[in-house]
């Protein structure tokens, strides 16, 4: 038998988020949403380090699998090409969008899924005409990551101009996730 406690939720920002850790219950159209420049908004499901800058509250992480609802505008990119240690997973929930992957592009409409294995290289674009909503999931692993030079992702904006294995160095000009100003209608 389980005893895991269930977790408190509170206000953080513009949305609601587990304070506490244990089982929680939330709406996506309640968790705390952050955007970026030109790469959509995302729809943070856990408490991490940006969510809970400038709070009382230590962030509550999410060891073993990473989960995030982003959405996307025709042409905007969900962040630069890369590959990682860890396996990745994405679900169109509504819209369409172009995934670049392995350098070779393909068209995701509602409901496709798209496997990337550990070190495939990939990323996501919204396309049609109107928003693409995707359910992005992946595992946490040590291991790293690798943003490379890719033609076919620069044609969406989504490729670095120099590779690198530094997230800080891939967004340096580009700013941080900062709280969104509105959340998408879900």
Not at 7 to 26: H, K, P, S
Not at 35 to 56: M, P, Q, S, V, W
């Amino acid at each position: 038998m389980s005893n895991v406690a269930e977790a408190r939720l509170e206000q953080v920002g513009n949305g609601l988020a587990a304070v506490t850790e244990g089982w929680f219950v939330v709406s996506a159209r309640e968790v705390p949403w952050v955007e970026r420049d030109g790469f959509g908004k995302r729809g943070r499901f856990e408490l991490d380090g940006r969510l809970a800058a400038g709070t009382e509250y230590e962030p509550v992480h999410f060891e073993q699998l990473g989960i995030t609802l982003a959405v996307l505008q025709p042409g905007e990119p969900n962040g630069y090409y890369h590959g990682e240690a860890g396996q990745e997973d994405f679900l169109v929930l509504s819209g369409e969008c172009i995934a670049v992957v392995e350098d070779e592009e393909r068209h995701l409409r509602q409901w496709d899924f798209l496997h990337c294995p550990p070190w495939t290289r990939h990323i996501m674009i919204g396309a049609g005409d109107g928003p693409c909503v995707v359910l992005m999931t992946g595992a946490r692993v040590e291991g790293g990551i690798v943003y490379p030079v890719s033609d076919i992702a620069a044609r969406h904006a989504a490729s670095v101009e120099t590779e690198t294995d530094s997230p800080h160095e891939a967004y340096a000009h580009v700013g941080h996730w900062r709280p969104a100003v509105e959340k998408p209608e879900l």
